[in-house]
């Protein structure tokens, strides 16, 4: 890609009087000369690596004869029609959109319903709006569905406990109908999150305006916000409906019990078996890349359009509040009752098991037998401890290259005419349409077959690749707007107080962006450190890191340790979480997005 | 008509020692228009949406046409719709899913009485039509300019033929030009139809302009209230008649009292002015002058003239402002007639017109409770 310009703090000396027309191949070499546009041109190179690398080998594996063997390379779309002809494809495919429409259909509806709630009515729930923002940061996917999991395991799980006291009949939950539930309570609050920003970006005179023209609040809710919600909904429900499709740990926990497979676990378990069908892989790959895609693509538009809504709010904006009257009890009851079930229940289950030396529900007489013996063998074992390093070392590592990288891209497409920084912009966000699961076999399959002159299968290295993928996107979130804010004259006025380049952006940008860099370095340590679905396919035993120790353990059957574990991790991801929105908080910078 | 007795809204929130709106009474007469002005956080916004229900009182009462809408002693609460009301927002609040005649129609469809489509349509026309709108009826929302957008919600609010119409700062986000022009068309519509309005504003030209009668207000009360002349020419309080612009103020004392008339001694000479109130020989008062009411001349021709010199002198095309250093005062002086330029150090010698400046007394209270009244002691100019 090129990034020739004619950039604003150092123009490079191209169109002297005196210097006649150069060549393009010398032009090129005069711009390199500049320090700067190396730097810049090697951060583009690295980004566009990140960014294409994964897809492209799942493409190039569908498309290869026999994939990683040593026969001669073939192409072919045999894979293709092998696949997509068998009805066992099919079934997966009904599936997979099942349990993410379902899924995406609940967590929508709650989710933008509570919303609704804490910001149009006066329902006193603006505190649990708070916690909202957090939970989803401080309990990752992997432990929901473990606590979950053990809250209605069949026989002895809590709740079917409780439910069979009641003489009500148990809910199993290795179904579909568990699958959506479970994933629904991890990401309601996501959806809760774009609820309450899409209704503080509409301008509340516009139901005002309706209320004083005569129509009574439900009136006004159907012909007026449900009409002007309709795109932000619709975004949510697509950007629901790719997370649920591309993430491991429900399909696999649950569903594989029940015998239910969606693509996920079906990749999982292809690569699992021996002789590996590579192929098979590469093309649900595929399938599963081309939905994600075509969902973010009309997800974005339709969150585009929302911007209709948003017209003019001027100074005069002030959001106000539908007088629910007594029914804001009832409102409140909602949000109880919400959180019980998808925050208290699961993270009760936890430290509950987590103090028990085997599984047992909740009872009187159970309580003779607590201890703390879990947390210390989680203490004393060196391949937990081994696995929690490995997990910190990697999200730390992870989280710096973010930072610097993503700060690097900001600028260039922010704040440089560099040609084609569109491009690079678009890069920079690939990963967020590339699912964790091809994200995890693409890098996977890369780094098995590139010919490279180093190994990185079997090190922490290969991990932090692909957390550092993951993470950029949401790297550039944090400092785009950051750098955005930072005006042009400040730069150019260190340029003409004869700072060099880099002094300049070192001594102004560094500064002027360090809460934004630190913000976007410890989100980028939350997300490596929660994730599971690139990394099970990328650890082997000495890289193992800690979300896929919880999944291996469990698969073992250790589910004490599994919880003790698990206490640790969300009490270690509360603090950061805490410091989080301590920097956004202090730094007037925008609430987390996700 | 709209009459109001001892309203008051709390803050949300504890540590507030003040209302938002702090008992106001207040009678709007059938087919006035009255405006209430004041500087922002005055409280005038939270009354106009108090009078249309979109915030709950916490005491008094409100009556429209005589209906009460809201009173705390008989615990009655009308809910907003089912006021007989249009509300003109300041972000314009046109639906934009819609287009204008829907977004104009809305109210008959959707109000207790529901008109068949053909003659909400009719009817829809005839207000587009009052603000010459109607070739651009089916117009998408969002394709109409910001002045466009803003006589839409006029229309729309006057389509159901309410007994009061309610304006925010209609004005407040519209460019200049635009602003005047939508300013008289809220005036004439307003007198054609003879409807009861109030007119929220923080802009005193707009007050003057549209006004029947200008009520000002300042932390959550009424400081003083009158016919648009009235509030300019003879402002009866401080903090009037500095938010109406008349920016020189000197203190004296009262040396002689005839009628509204007073003498009084300044530190540089004296001068005759209107008294604001009951004065009587000795009272410390605050002689407010015009800009305009001050002359400038090189020679003192009169032998009353104040001696100062020039500061530094504005150029506003029609006009130019003389800052001048008369003792320990700094007075604006406005001057229309062409004039050789003074500058920086020109002596010169001002002379105030006869019986144009205000005495009004020292400590009149900014509102009819104790509060300080910060924003009447900064210095203006």
Request: proline share 6%; net charge positive.
């Amino acid at each position: 890609m090129s990034l020739i310009s004619r950039s604003r703090p150092a123009p490079p000396p191209t169109r002297g009087a005196s210097r006649p027309a150069g060549t393009a191949t010398s032009r090129i070499l005069v711009w390199f000369r500049n320090p700067r546009n190396i730097l810049l041109a090697v951060v583009a190179l690295v980004v566009a690596y990140l960014a294409v690398v994964p897809a492209g080998t799942m493409v190039v594996a569908s498309l290869q004869g026999s994939f990683l063997s040593a026969d001669k390379t073939t192409w072919t779309l045999r894979h293709y029609g092998e696949t997509l002809g068998t009805s066992d494809f099919w079934v997966l495919v009904g599936n997979s959109f099942a349990y993410a429409a379902a899924t995406a259909a609940v967590c929508t509806v709650v989710g933008f319903g509570l919303a609704y709630l804490v910001s149009r009515t006066n329902t006193p729930a603006k505190f649990f709006a708070q916690i909202a923002a957090l939970v989803p940061l401080i309990i990752p996917g992997i432990l929901n569905t473990v606590a979950w999991a053990l809250l209605f395991a069949p026989r002895t799980g809590a709740l079917n406990v409780l439910l069979r006291d009641l003489h009500l009949p148990a809910f199993d939950i290795y179904s579909l109908a568990g699958m959506v539930l479970v994933q629904s309570m991890h990401v309601t609050p996501v959806a809760f999150l774009m609820g309450t920003a899409a209704f503080g970006n509409m301008d509340s005179s516009l139901e005002e305006a309706a209320l004083s023209s005569g129509a009574p609040p439900w009136r006004v809710f159907r012909t007026i916000t449900a009409r002007l919600i309709r795109p932000a909904v619709m975004s949510a429900a697509l950007l629901m409906f790719v997370q649920t499709i591309s993430t491991f740990e429900v399909p696999q926990l649950i569903g594989v019990p029940g015998h239910k497979f969606v693509f996920v676990s079906r990749i999982y378990n292809a690569l699992q078996q021996f002789p590996t069908d590579y192929g098979t892989v590469g093309v649900i790959g595929i399938f599963i890349l081309v939905v994600a895609s075509v969902g973010l693509y009309f997800s974005r538009k339709l969150g585009g359009s929302g911007a209709e809504a948003q017209t003019i709010t001027g100074k005069g904006f002030r959001p106000t509040s539908i007088d629910l009257g007594r029914w804001k009890w009832l409102g409140l009851a909602a949000f109880v009752v919400f959180f019980v079930v998808a925050v208290a229940l699961p993270l009760l289950m936890l430290v509950w098991s987590s103090l028990l030396p085997g599984y047992e529900p909740p009872s009187i007489a159970a309580l003779h037998r607590l201890t703390l013996s879990n947390y210390s063998a989680v203490l004393h074992t060196p391949a937990l401890t081994k696995s929690v390093t490995n997990s910190l070392i990697t999200a730390v590592l992870a989280g710096a290259v973010v930072t610097v990288l993503s700060s690097l891209v900001a600028y260039i497409t922010v704040k440089t005419k560099a040609r084609g920084r569109g491009i690079l912009d678009g890069l920079a966000t690939v990963p967020i349409a590339v699912p964790s699961v091809v994200m995890g076999v693409g890098i996977l399959y890369w780094y098995l077959t590139a010919p490279l002159p180093f190994h990185l299968y079997g090190t922490l290295a290969i991990l932090v690749i692909a957390f550092v993928t993951i993470g950029l996107p949401y790297g550039m979130r944090y400092i785009v707007p950051g750098i955005a804010q930072i005006k042009d004259e400040l730069e150019e006025a260190a340029a003409v107080s004869g700072a060099s380049w880099l002094r300049t952006f070192r001594r102004i940008y560094v500064p002027l962006l360090a809460p934004s860099l630190l913000a976007a370095f410890l989100y980028t340590v939350i997300v490596a450190f929660r994730e599971i679905s690139a990394a099970i396919f990328l650890y082997t035993e000495d890289t193992q890191v800690v979300s896929v120790t919880i999944y291996t353990e469990w698969a073992n059957g250790s589910y004490p340790i599994v919880a003790a574990l698990g206490v640790f991790i969300v009490v270690f991801l509360a603090v950061i979480v805490g410091l989080v929105s301590l920097v956004t908080r202090k730094t007037g910078l925008n609430r987390n997005r996700h | 008509m709209i009459e109001i007795r001892g309203l008051i809204k709390r803050f949300d929130g504890k540590a507030v020692t003040r209302n938002a709106v702090d008992n106001i009474d207040l009678t709007v007469p059938e087919g006035q228009l009255v405006t209430l002005l004041g500087p922002s956080g005055c409280g005038k916004t939270t009354t106009l949406r108090l009078i249309a229900g979109l915030e709950r009182p916490d005491a008094g009462e409100i009556r429209i046409g005589g209906k009460v809408v809201y009173s705390s002693d008989d615990n009655v609460y009308v809910g907003v719709h089912q006021r007989p009301i249009g509300v003109v927002f300041q972000s314009y609040a046109v639906w934009p899913h819609m287009t204008a005649i829907q977004n104009v129609m809305f109210p008959l469809r959707s109000g207790q009485k529901k008109l068949p489509v053909p003659e909400a349509r009719a009817k829809a026309m005839e207000a587009l039509d009052l603000v010459g709108l109607a070739d651009l009826a089916d117009r998408p929302a969002p394709a109409l300019s910001g002045g466009q957008q803003q006589r839409i919600s006029l229309a729309r609010a006057l389509t159901r033929e309410p007994e009061v119409l309610l304006l925010d700062e209609p004005l407040s986000n519209l460019d200049k030009g635009l602003r005047d022009r939508v300013r008289d068309e809220i005036r004439a519509v307003q007198q054609r139809l003879g409807i009861t309005t109030v007119f929220v504003t923080h802009d005193q030209d707009e007050a003057l302009a549209v006004s029947d009668e200008v009520i000002l207000m300042e932390y959550g009360q009424i400081v003083e209230r009158g016919p648009a002349q009235q509030i300019y020419a003879r402002p009866r309080s401080e903090f009037t008649a500095r938010f109406m612009g008349i920016s020189n103020s000197m203190p004296g004392t009262v040396t002689a009292c005839s009628d509204d008339l007073v003498d009084i001694t300044l530190p540089h000479g004296t001068l005759r002015c209107v008294a604001a109130g009951d004065l009587v020989e000795g009272h410390q008062v605050n002689v407010f002058i015009r800009p305009e009411s001050l002359s400038l001349s090189r020679k003192d021709t009169t032998g009353l003239g104040w001696k100062g010199t020039v500061e530094f002198s504005i150029y506003h095309g029609d006009c130019w402002d003389y800052h001048v250093r008369v003792g320990d005062t700094l007075l604006r002086s406005r001057i229309y007639k062409e004039k050789v330029g003074l500058s920086h150090g020109d002596p010169v010698f001002v002379s105030p017109d006869q019986e144009t400046a205000i005495a009004i007394p020292v400590g009149t209270p900014a509102a009819n409770a104790g509060t300080p009244p910060l924003a009447g002691t900064a210095t203006a100019g």
